[in-house]
C-alpha cells in the first residue's frame, strides 16, 4: 500500500481566511514533503520534514507555515494568502529522504 | 548546478502508434532518475526508478531506458487511458532527492 491521504480535495478561501491542508500516511515513511504545483508547470518543493524535524524550507513565505504533529501527519498552515497562491499543494512521502516518494491527491487551493 | 529538460512538450499519438518521451539530464551524484505520470488534478504516480546507464525497466505499454545523459520512456501501441503527463525527475544528493522537469503531454486520441 502506497496511500498519502490529503484534506481537503478542495478549498476556497478568502484573503483574510486561516486554514489548514493535512496529511496523512501509515506507511512507517519518515520524511514528509509539501509541494505547489501551478497548471502546466511541475511541482515545486515547499518543505521537507525528515524524521519530524523541518530540513528544507524553501524560501516559502511566512504566511505558510508548516507542522509535523507526528511521523504519520502533515498540516500546512495558511494565513492571509494572496490569489497568486492559489494552486494544486501536493504532499509526498518517503521512506527516508533518499527513497521514492509517493504522492497524494492534491488540494486544489482557490484564494479569492 | 542539476539541470533536467523534457521533450517533446506536448505529444498527439494516434491510439497504436508507438512513440518515446526524451528526458535529458546533467547531475553531479545521480541518485536515481525516477519516471512519474500524472493525470490532471491529481498527484504524480509513480512509475519507474533507474540507477544506471544501461537499466531498463518495463510496466504494460511502457518501457524506460538510462544513459549517462539521457532517459526514455518509451511506449509502445498506446492506448487512450496512456494519456497524462509524463514527468521524470533526478534524484540528487541532498535532502530533497527529486528535481523535477517540465513534463510531456500526451494525448492519444482513439
Known amino acids: 500500500d502506497t496511500e498519502v491521504t490529503q484534506t481537503p480535495k478542495h478549498l476556497v478561501m478568502g484573503m483574510t481566511n486561516k486554514k489548514s491542508l493535512k496529511c496523512e500516511q501509515h506507511m512507517g515513511h519518515r520524511a514528509m514533503y509539501w509541494y505547489k504545483q501551478k497548471a502546466k508547470k511541475p511541482p515545486e518543493l515547499m518543505f521537507v520534514?525528515?524524521?519530524?524535524?523541518?530540513?528544507i524550507n524553501e524560501s516559502v513565505p511566512s504566511r505558510f507555515s508548516p507542522e509535523c504533529p507526528n511521523s504519520s501527519l502533515l498540516n500546512l498552515h495558511l494565513h492571509a494568502l494572496q490569489p497568486e497562491d492559489s494552486a494544486l499543494y501536493l504532499c509526498a512521502s518517503s521512506q527516508d529522504t533518499k527513497n521514492i516518494q509517493y504522492f497524494g491527491a492534491g488540494t486544489r487551493l482557490s484564494v479569492l | 548546478e542539476d539541470q533536467v529538460t523534457q521533450s517533446p512538450e506536448a505529444l498527439r499519438l494516434q491510439e497504436g502508434e508507438s512513440s518515446s518521451l526524451n528526458c535529458s539530464y546533467t547531475?553531479?551524484?545521480?541518485?536515481?532518475l525516477f519516471w512519474y505520470r500524472q493525470d490532471p488534478g491529481k498527484g504524480p504516480e509513480f512509475l519507474f526508478t533507474?540507477?544506471?546507464a544501461g537499466e531498463e525497466k518495463e510496466k504494460e505499454r511502457l518501457k524506460a531506458t538510462l544513459t549517462k545523459k539521457e532517459s526514455f520512456l518509451h511506449i509502445t501501441a498506446p492506448k487512450p487511458e496512456d494519456s497524462a503527463t509524463y514527468l521524470c525527475a533526478l534524484g540528487g544528493t541532498g535532502a530533497n532527492n527529486l528535481f523535477f522537469g517540465t513534463g510531456t503531454r500526451l494525448t492519444v486520441i482513439p
Open positions: 533507474l540507477y544506471s
Open positions: 520534514y525528515s524524521y519530524e524535524k523541518l530540513s
Open positions: 547531475v553531479s551524484g545521480l541518485r536515481g
